[in-house]
């Protein structure tokens, strides 16, 4: 690596660091509370008026870059402030800046030394499967259970194309995100639904690597494209 590359990743690295701590001095400065169930949260944006969706957003990046912060509470208060269609348009916003963020992060940082080592792996190399990887992630998107920032920084390593992966983020988060938004304050899910939804997604996303290596030429792997073409 020479020395150029490295200090523009570093440079990066640094600048998303500074802006993640200026978000969260930010919020702090504003009163943000240490709970984030969903009517303390809502409370909280309201009290801001127009300020409020601003800060929303502002809240998800943090929690979608950084990590810890749990996505879901704040997609339900900002149904209950701003109303399930604007509360989900404001939601997904704010979402898909964060994974953006994260997204890109993950792709200046990682992906040169991921490709090198897996330079002809139909996922991971520079001619991956465009179809494929979008699926995956449209996949993944749509189940609350796996994390939003472990899927943000794994997709940014991958061969995906940014357009693909911000278009698959959008529709698998929407649905998700919409139902959350209406449940407001009782932000609950059928947890046996979730536990099947979940496991059926991964089911999917270990089994069809397995056929489509043993189906090279098979009707499914043409479609995906798994021969390098994009």
Partial sequence: MTRSPLVFRLSFLAIVAFLMAMIWLLLRQLGMPASFAPTVLSDWFASH??????????????????????????????????????????????????????FYLARVLGRDAVQQKLENNPVFSARGSQRFLFIAVLLTRLIPVFSFA???????????????????????????????????????????????????????????PLYLRHRPHSRLARWLQLDGRV
């Fill in 49 to 102: 008026g127009t300020l409020g969706p601003v800060l929303l957003m502002l809240l998800m990046v943090l929690a979608v870059v950084v990590g810890p912060i749990p996505t879901l509470p704040i997609s339900a208060a900002s149904g209950l402030v701003y109303g399930m269609f604007n509360g989900t348009a404001i939601a997904v916003a704010g979402a898909l800046a964060g994974s953006l963020i994260a």
């Fill in 150 to 208: 472990l899927i943000s920084y794994a997709a940014g390593v991958t061969a995906i194309h940014l357009w693909r992966y911000a278009l698959a983020t959008v529709i698998g988060m929407l649905p998700m995100t919409f139902v959350f938004a209406g449940l407001g304050h009782t932000l609950e899910l059928n947890p046996t639904l979730t536990v099947i939804a979940a496991a059926t997604v991964l089911l999917v996303m270990s089994t069809l």
